[in-house]
């Protein structure tokens, strides 16, 4: 089916847009583990009260969470593609859920980081999942739009969440800020345990959106049959997507991570006007992935614009915007700094749905949750060096400068992966899928 036809065949109606509910179902989850990741961001200075940290040690504890997170991305793509988005997802918000809890008793630095590991764990299976329930729910003409809306979730979470969580971390300490966001992934635990059902086992999707969804999902390929992980890893399209992908998670955790800190130290913003201002490119990255990565790039292909062509264009527009971090590097003012930071994160933010929509758009559905696994492993990857990395820069140089400029050396790689290995966004050729299936 065209994207056309898919677009003038959509069911209208109140009772016809139940892929849209899963959509935001998907996008409150991120939402609520994006708090759990961004409680710790803000919590250095009271961690340097009560353990005695510096700034090594807390780059540590920030990336702790994704040592777990990344060594699981491999395997939880298979585990996807074995048991589906409802029992994994259902597993996996309880022990995330549980792991907050655990921060917020931590007696020290040793069972701080054990809680921090444990909270990888549980939030492993989150955007490979999502990209894999996308992949069943949505046509392709819409999966860029519905993927924005759970990736945009991560910005705002770090737009509303900083603040929120400062102002309670502030007033109740940094324990109950933690048992806080534990409590909220419980609550949603219960909501998606009751709403989440694959398209086929929704009693509450109407019949004509059921055909819809059915007609307009139809595999690609000719196989079914998962494409052995290390035969997707040597793909071009994979890699390409891979390195890209990873260059723009690392500036993404670079600031999810130290920008508070930067504000504060860096620009001597006080401690409350730093977790307020940190919620302004985070806000602004929200609008950009929303109305550019997810509603203006649907709107154009619904047009009858070339697909592959307006995905490109946003992918590499966004991340030429996303050097823009380099520019942050010499700010000596909030402003100049925050300017700079939006242009940055708000370029990614915008092409961060295409690069999510990716997995689904060159895979057959039966590898879709493999290749978003290789992808998130990338991701991962930068999300474990950034804070790291970032920590003994500025320990070393007493400076943000060298830790910025090393972001945007990365994202260079990333826009040369995109061009040269990704290419047009397209199925891969059948001769890569038709394979045995067999590590």
């Known amino acids: 089916m065209s994207f056309q036809e898919q677009v003038h065949s959509a069911p209208t109606g109140r009772q016809n847009r139940r892929r849209w509910r899963i959509a935001w179902l998907l996008g409150i989850g991120v939402l609520v583990n994006y708090f759990d990741r961004v409680n710790l961001s803000i919590s250095q200075a009271a961690l340097h009260r009560d353990f005695g940290i510096d700034a090594i040690v807390f780059g540590y504890l920030l990336g702790a969470y994704n040592w777990t997170y990344a060594s699981l991305q491999l395997p939880i793509g298979v585990i996807l593609d074995r ?9 996996s918000i309880f022990v995330w859920s549980i792991a907050s809890f655990a921060s917020g008793l931590s007696r020290g630095i040793p069972s ?51 603040p929120l969580l400062g102002v309670a971390l502030l007033a109740i300490g940094w324990r109950w800020s933690f048992a806080l966001t534990g409590a909220i992934s419980l609550l949603y635990l219960v909501y998606f345990w009751r709403v989440y059902r694959d398209p086929e086992d929704d009693p509450l999707l109407s019949e004509e959106e059921r055909q819809y969804i059915s007609t307009a999902t139809e595999e690609v390929h000719a196989s079914h ?83 592959s062509r307006v995905r490109q264009t946003v992918l590499l527009g966004g991340m030429a915007c996303g050097l823009g971090i380099f520019g942050a590097a010499g700010a000596h003012t909030p402003l100049a700094a925050l300017a700079w930071i939006s242009l940055s994160i708000g370029g990614l933010s915008a092409a961060a749905p295409v690069g999510w929509s990716v997995p689904s758009l060159i895979a057959p ?27 003994y820069v500025v320990a070393i140089t007493h400076s943000f400068r060298w830790a910025f400029a090393a972001a945007a050396i990365y994202l260079v790689l990333g826009i040369l992966a995109y061009l040269v290995l990704l290419g047009r966004i397209e199925p891969m050729p059948p001769v890569a899928v038709e394979l045995p299936a067999a590590l």
């Open 365 to 391: 559905r039966s590898s879709v949750g493999s290749v978003g696994g290789i992808l998130n492993f990338s991701n991962q990857i930068s999300a474990i060096v950034a804070p790291v990395l970032t920590g």
């Open 112 to 162: 701080f980081f054990a809680a921090r590991l444990l909270l990888g764990v549980g939030e492993a299976p989150t955007f490979p999942a999502n990209a894999k329930a996308v992949g069943r729910w949505f046509p392709r003409a819409e999966r860029t739009t519905a993927t924005s809306i759970f990736d945009a979730a991560a910005k705002f979470a770090s737009a509303i969440g900083v």
């Open 225 to 307: 049959k998962p494409i052995p992980l290390l035969r997707l890893a040597r793909e071009p399209k994979v890699l390409g997507v891979a390195i890209g992908f990873g260059s723009y998670n690392y500036v993404f955790y670079l600031l999810l991570t130290w920008l508070p800190s930067y504000l504060s130290t860096a620009l001597h913003i006080d401690l409350l006007h730093s977790f307020l201002y940190t919620g302004v490119p985070w806000l602004f990255a929200t609008v950009c992935e929303l109305s550019i990565g997810g509603w203006l790039t649907g709107y154009l292909i619904h047009r009858g614009w070339d697909a």
């Open 83 to 91: 048991f589906g988005v409802r029992r994994t997802g259902r597993i």
